[in-house]
């Protein structure tokens, strides 16, 4: 892919818990925006496939997915909905929700993506802790069913996730704090997006 081609991203980052799954598809039902997330794609995955299962090893333990095997689903399935009319690259911002999550990631990806903004959602861990534990229960999600393994991605996180903050441009990043209310931080979200989507859009 030619960098005239990349792929115009906007890139949700937080720890786990953090609220980029809920504000991702918000934003991804907005005209204009797609919201691809690699932990939904992940745990779609049919078990029964050897795919699917090498990837459960990983997410049931709180690890990352080896690079190239979560950058090629990645990317099978942004085509996939490419093929099917549910993403169209030319014209829509896609909202990048778990990936890159280490720097070898986002180097891989600097063909491939045109990172316009880097969001930042930031709370403090004892809130996203009791977050992941109230979902594990609410949606029985193997990757939080155990405090090991919240600690684990935790760990995860501030280890080999972090860093990537450092890898884009200073003035690319926003943080946001998460703790405030859903809407609060959508309605800040969205403050960085409108310009960002008019600049595209030619308005
Ligand atoms: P999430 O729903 O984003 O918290 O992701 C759930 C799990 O999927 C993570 O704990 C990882 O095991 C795996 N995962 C998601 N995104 C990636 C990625 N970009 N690279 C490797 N593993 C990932």
């Not at 005239?4 to 204009?32: M, V």
């Not at 704090?177 to 409108?194: C, F, K, N, Y």
């Amino acid at each position: 892919m030619t960098h005239q081609h990349r792929y115009k991203t906007i890139l949700l980052f937080g720890a786990p818990g953090s609220g980029k799954g809920t504000q991702g598809k918000i934003l991804g039902a907005i005209p204009g925006f797609f919201h691809s997330s690699t932990g939904d794609i992940f745990r779609s995955l049919d078990l029964q496939s050897p795919t699917g299962r090498t990837v459960w090893e990983f997410v049931s333990k709180g690890k990352l997915v080896p690079d190239g095997l979560t950058i090629n689903i990645w990317k099978q399935y942004l085509q996939g909905m490419e093929l099917i009319n549910q993403f169209h690259s030319e014209t829509e911002i896609i909202v990048l929700d778990g990936l890159p999550r280490n720097v070898e990631q986002a180097k891989i990806l600097e063909d491939t993506l045109d990172v316009l903004k880097v969001i930042h959602l930031v709370a403090d861990q004892a809130k996203m802790v009791e977050r992941l534990r109230r979902r594990a229960l609410k949606e029985n999600r193997v990757d939080d069913a155990t405090d090991q393994v919240i600690s684990r991605r935790f760990d995860v996180y501030q280890k080999e996730t972090k860093p990537v903050l450092e890898y884009y441009p200073e003035e690319k990043v926003v943080t946001i704090d998460a703790a405030q209310s859903q809407m609060r931080v959508l309605s800040e979200i969205i403050g960085v997006l409108v310009p960002l989507k008019e600049m595209h859009d030619g308005h």
